[in-house]
């Protein structure tokens, strides 16, 4: 997602559903997960708070391997 969108452009990310798309989106293009926050917000106005608890779940299978 290498693109910058004007602010009154930006469709709004507040439904769970697709949320966890656009992070698999970002994640299938490469990104690591400390760049999904600053990739995402690029291209849409994000519900922060949905956000982070779909990181935070997807980050826990992670956390057990380590």
Known sequence: ???YVEDYQKRRLTERVDILTAINILKSQGYDHDELIAEITKVFYVDLDAFKEIV????RPDERAA
């Open 56 to 59: 935070r779940v997807d980050r």
């Open 1 to 3: 997602m290498e693109r």
